[in-house]
């Protein structure tokens, strides 16, 4: 059975920091390709950072420098530093395993205020 879950959500201030984890069991963790998504109140879900299997990542420009992937294969868990936060970064983060298919977690939520 394939879990994803995430953690390290919670509520900051501007120019605060936190960490969310994404533990993953089920999966042959090292062949799959991690992506952090993210959806904001009445927004859609939008890809913010990808990890590959060869630790090749790509974010989107709104996160660029201040947001940082990165995964422990021993652990099948990925990071994602996310520094300097703003307002415009509240919204409930996803983590995404994806290889031939789609595994999903329930989502984490992130509020960072003015």
């Known amino acids: 059975q394939v879990q994803i879950v995430e953690s390290g959500g919670g509520s900051v201030q501007a120019g605060g920091s936190l960490r969310l984890s994404c533990v993953t069991s089920?999966?042959?963790?090292?062949?799959?390709?991690i992506i952090w998504y993210r959806q904001r109140p009445g927004g859609s879900r939008d890809r913010v950072a990808k990890?590959?299997?060869?630790?090749?990542?790509h974010y989107v420009d709104s996160v660029k420098g201040r947001f940082t992937i990165s995964r422990d294969d021993a652990q099948s868990t990925v990071y994602l530093e996310m520094n300097n936060l703003k307002p415009e970064d509240t919204a409930v983060y996803f983590c995404?395993?994806?290889?031939?298919?789609?595994?999903w977690g329930q989502g984490v939520q992130v509020v960072v205020s003015s």
């Open positions: 990890i590959q299997p060869d630790r090749y990542t």
């Open positions: 089920g999966i042959t963790f090292s062949l799959y390709t």
């Open positions: 995404c395993a994806t290889l031939a298919e789609d595994f």
